[in-house]
């Protein structure tokens, strides 16, 4: 078994030691088809340029043959000349963020765990009503805070919702009235939004943001956990006001010009975000769905949700005065607080999960980085390991799983499969060795008798993971990590490194 290959104490990279813990070395093929499949390939291809150069000799009595090399060297030129357009960063974004002068004190808390400020971000808090800590300098932890403008002419028709939605539907409109004409105008690519109560990673929006030409029409982000929401009050193709979303700039400019009339013939609407939803619809634009925004219409402990991320960067957090903190034992600021503390160290592989087996002592591990990790009596498959478990309830409080949007498996089938969890306390850039190591240290819960003679995971109380900081994880085809249980004789403590698996590296207890 792969640890058993770990003869060393001390943790050490898998660039060191790059035998995968279960390798299945295919044979490589013979070299015949490979030349044959070349040859094919060659024939392919030249057929398909002879055809294409014949038919626009055909059609364009300017054939190439008859163009004069000089004309065609300038095209050539236009091509290489052109510099590489500057990727997308944080200063190509404007955030417009929802509040309410009632909450504000207490949600610019969250704000505050994300917001960059020295010009770092662009973006304002659009209140309905001023209030009194509204001086802001640019060295405030907060963005500045602008009045929405009045929307009492609008009409609003919806029973059970609030009207407050007009005016938040239109801070879109009114960030680019804002931007008109200023200098900062010409750097902006993206109008995000999002609410008060709304947690961002910063460089994780920029790096879906980065995937898409501004330039064009894009409205990004994600529907709610809550099937019921989607069919029935909303839609799935409706990108989530609380979870955040994005619209391009040129986007946003077309929206601006028709939101005010388009917003009137949907006066019996619920809320802003079912507004812009129903306006992107007019203009034709459909939602292109990222799985790191959260709108998080769920109530309970986000751990299940958390600890097995869709393998995409986290890009936001919902709906965090409705769950529990995300860390025990704390209120629910300073967890976030917390949790930033690995977001600022490697950002990209926040909560991204690896899983791997204790052979010595038949425990399934489950990592989330910078979060947690789960041991679990026996092993069980990566299938079932990548499943949410149902740590949480549903938006209708039914504890009905059929109510969400996606798999979800209950905690555990047996007493003795009841995992024990282990949440982050601290991480560290470990220059020496050029890599993270963060410490997870076991929470008491409920840990009921098992008699299967498997030893209980509650003798370890620390766990210390290393891993190196992935940045460009995310810029090649997705893909879990992998882990392994590197030996100590430390008593209570576990050490697990986290990398990228080997090419052919598979999680498995046995490669039978
Ligand atoms: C807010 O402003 C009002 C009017 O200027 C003032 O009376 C009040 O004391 C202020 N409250 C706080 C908390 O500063
Ligand atoms: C932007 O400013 C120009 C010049 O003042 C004005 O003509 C135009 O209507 C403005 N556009 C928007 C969207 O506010
Ligand atoms: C972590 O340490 C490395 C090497 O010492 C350094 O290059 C990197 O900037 C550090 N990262 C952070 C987030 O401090």
């Not at 030349?35 to 060659?42: G, L, Q």
């Not at 800590?133 to 963005?143: F, H, I, T």
């Not at 950002?347 to 899983?355: E, M, T, V």
């Not at 992935?470 to 590197?486: G, T």
């Amino acid at each position: 078994m792969g640890e058993n290959n770990h003869k060393d104490q001390k943790p050490i990279s898998y660039e060191k030691s790059n035998k995968p813990i279960f390798s299945s070395y295919a044979s490589s093929s013979s070299s015949s088809p490979c030349s044959f499949t070349a040859i094919i390939i060659i024939l392919i291809f030249l057929s398909y340029f002879l055809y294409s150069f014949s038919f626009i000799s055909f059609l364009n009595p300017y054939s190439p043959s008859r163009i004069p090399n000089s004309l065609l060297v300038p095209v050539i030129r236009l091509g290489s000349g052109q510099r590489p357009e500057e990727k997308t960063e944080l200063k190509h974004v404007v955030f417009g963020i929802a509040a309410s002068s009632d909450l504000w004190r207490h949600r610019k808390q969250y704000v505050k765990t994300w917001w960059r400020p020295n010009g770092e971000m662009k973006g304002a808090v659009w209140l309905d009503v001023s209030v009194n800590d509204s001086v802001s300098s640019p060295s405030s932890p907060l963005p500045q805070i602008k009045i929405s403008s009045d929307t009492s002419s609008f009409k609003y028709r919806h029973r059970n919702g609030h009207r407050s939605a007009i005016r938040i539907t239109r801070i879109v409109s009114e960030t680019v009235r804002m931007l008109n004409g200023t200098e900062s105008e010409k750097d902006v690519r993206w109008v995000v939004m999002c609410d008060d109560d709304t947690v961002f990673f910063p460089d994780n929006l920029i790096r879906i943001l980065r995937k898409y030409d501004h330039k064009q029409f894009y409205y990004i982000g994600a529907p709610s956990e809550s099937h019921l929401q989607n069919l029935h009050q909303f839609s799935y193709g409706m990108a989530y006001g609380g979870g955040g979303f994005a619209i391009s700039y040129p986007l946003a400019k077309v929206l601006e010009k028709m939101q005010d009339r388009c917003i009137e013939r949907y006066s019996d609407l619920y809320g802003s975000d079912d507004r812009i939803h129903a306006c992107m619809a007019e203009l034709g634009v459909p939602l292109t769905r990222e799985n790191g925004f959260h709108q998080f219409d769920v109530y309970g402990n986000l751990l299940g949700l958390l600890s097995v991320h869709p393998q995409t960067p986290i890009v936001s957090m919902h709906h965090l005065d409705v769950v529990e903190p995300i860390f025990p034992k704390t209120d629910r600021v300073s967890a976030i607080k917390r949790l930033m503390i690995p977001a600022k160290l490697d950002s990209a592989s926040l909560f991204q999960q690896s899983i791997c087996y204790d052979t010595s002592r038949q425990w399934t591990m489950s990592i989330a980085w910078g979060y947690t990790v789960h041991i679990t009596r026996t092993y069980m498959p990566a299938r079932m390991m990548e499943m949410p478990t149902r740590t949480f309830n549903d938006w209708h409080k039914r504890r009905d799983f059929t109510n969400l949007a996606f798999n979800t498996r209950p905690i555990t089938y047996t007493d003795c499969q009841r995992p024990r969890v282990f949440y982050l306390s601290r991480v560290l850039n470990d220059s020496s060795s050029d890599m993270t190591l963060s410490e997870y240290l076991r929470h008491n819960e409920w840990n009921p008798k098992c008699n299967w003679g498997i030893q209980d995971p509650s003798d370890i109380n620390r766990i210390f993971v290393y891993k190196k900081p992935n940045p460009d994880r995310w810029n090649k085809a997705p893909r879990r990590d992998c882990c392994r249980v590197v030996p100590t004789t430390k008593k209570g403590t576990m050490v697990i490194n986290v990398a990228p698996c080997a090419n052919d590296e598979i999680v498995a207890y046995s490669d039978k």
